[in-house]
């Protein structure tokens, strides 16, 4: 049972309940957000002891969908929070990955596409279309195929190989560009309005950011608490906003009090916008006019949402920082060869972040943090390669 009442403008607060495909809030140029009777969904959500397993729609209640809806799934969610013994023996801290490699296509992008793709099908859209700079794209394909829809993606040609085939593979129609996700973005918006395709890029529709915040119920159904902090990689932000967000759901509806992890957002130090608009207080970020990193999902210039990220890290007493690759490339090894994981370079840039908080003294002995490992090094080998042999 879903107790989804409205969408609403971010910045303004207006409620809109359209009865075809939903995108963002013209009146504002801003994302929408959903809105539910919390009371309700306390009623229909599991609590902790319950039975059954985690994954994206064992939270139905708090997404954004009637009950009738038949929703466009594979599997997603339900990822394992792993304590990582020897690195958090060394620094003092409980330290915990959240590991997103294991969603159907490898990485977190599939809880949003899932959420996002079952909406568009149900409001009938004649297909898909998205800029990315990697996994989104793949989720996509994959969502676009699980639910018979076309799926057309615009993606910079520096996009990693191994997705690009993915994104082949699933039957997308797969568009190369030279330049960044903006550039990307751009050719996919003239696409949206001559076919009539639906734009499901981050923030333009409200679904993936609604899927995304069942990440952190199931960070508080595992550990059975608030984190002190969560650090997480930041592209385009949407799983800051998105868990943010949940956690103000779990207070309203009494599963938790006032507390709140700290969120900390990781980015590139080649793509930082939203790290300067931070140290300067700003409340909106500027551009980045050159994104270079080899993470691909940190190259994202500018964000939709940047108000939304920004507010998140401030209310949340977290923060933001960046790294450059040799870092991300070291805290990958640190990451696989210490703990056995195998991480994407934005989940590596992730525990680089960590790291350097650590050695700031950001949190107390014994805090406990969360650090995202968003996605699989299966899909970035020829990265990796290449930087290990360096």
């Keep these: 049972?879903?107790?989804?009442?409205h969408f609403e403008c971010s910045v303004c607060g207006e409620p809109t309940t359209p009865s075809g495909p939903v995108g963002f809030a013209h009146c504002c140029g801003a994302p929408l957000l959903a809105r539910y009777d919390l009371e309700r969904a306390n009623e229909a959500l599991p609590t902790r002891d319950a039975a059954g397993a985690l994954g994206v729609w064992r939270y139905r209640a708090v997404l954004p969908l009637a009950d009738r809806v038949e929703i466009v799934?594979?599997?997603e969610g339900g990822t394992p929070l792993v304590s990582l013994d020897r690195l958090s023996a060394e620094h003092g801290v409980e330290i915990l990955a959240k590991d997103e490699s294991g969603n159907p296509t490898g990485s977190f992008k599939d809880r949003g596409m899932s959420v996002a793709v079952t909406l568009a099908r149900a409001a009938g859209v004649p297909g898909l279309v998205l800029p990315t700079a990697g996994n989104a794209g793949a989720a996509a394909a994959a969502y676009g195929a699980r639910a018979g829809l076309p799926v057309?993606?615009?993606?910079?040609?520096?996009?990693?190989?191994?997705?690009?085939?993915?994104i082949r593979l699933r039957g997308a129609r797969l568009t190369l560009h030279p330049g960044s996700?903006?550039?990307?973005?751009?050719?996919?918006?003239?696409?949206?309005?001559?076919?009539?395709?639906?734009?499901?890029?981050?923030?333009?529709?409200?679904?993936?950011?609604?899927?995304?915040?069942?990440?952190?119920?199931?960070?508080f159904e595992q550990l059975g608490r608030v984190p002190d902090a969560i650090v997480y990689p930041c592209g385009g932000g949407t799983g800051v906003v998105a868990m943010a967000r949940a956690f103000d759901e779990l207070e309203a509806m009494g599963r938790i009090g006032p507390e709140r992890p700290a969120f900390f957002a990781v980015q590139a130090s080649g793509c930082a916008p939203i790290v300067r608009a931070f140290a300067a207080g700003d409340s909106t970020a500027e551009p980045w006019p050159d994104p270079v990193t080899f993470a691909a999902g940190l190259?994202?210039?500018?964000?939709?949402?940047?108000?939304?990220?920004?507010?998140?890290l401030r209310r949340t007493g977290g923060g933001a920082v960046a790294v450059s690759d040799s870092e991300i490339a070291d805290a990958g090894r640190e990451l696989a060869g210490r703990e056995g994981l195998l991480p994407c370079p934005e989940g590596a840039a992730a525990w680089?972040?960590?790291?350097?908080?650590?050695?700031?003294?950001?949190?107390r002995p014994g805090a406990?943090?969360?650090v995202f490992q968003t996605g699989s090094a299966l899909k970035y080998l020829a990265?990796?390669?290449?930087?290990?042999?360096?």
């Design 1 to 5: 049972m879903s107790a989804f009442l």
């Design 73 to 75: 799934s594979l599997g």
């Design 152 to 166: 057309s993606i615009h993606a910079p040609d520096t996009t990693p190989p191994e997705i690009l085939a993915e």
């Design 181 to 219: 996700i903006a550039d990307a973005g751009r050719a996919a918006s003239a696409e949206a309005a001559e076919t009539g395709y639906f734009p499901v890029a981050t923030f333009r529709e409200p679904g993936r950011v609604e899927g995304k915040k069942t990440m952190a119920y199931e960070v």
């Design 299 to 312: 190259r994202v210039p500018v964000a939709f949402a940047d108000r939304l990220i920004l507010d998140a």
């Design 352 to 363: 680089a972040g960590a790291r350097r908080l650590l050695r700031q003294d950001t949190w």
């Design 368 to 370: 406990s943090v969360v």
């Design 383 to 390: 990265d990796w390669n290449r930087l290990l042999r360096t």
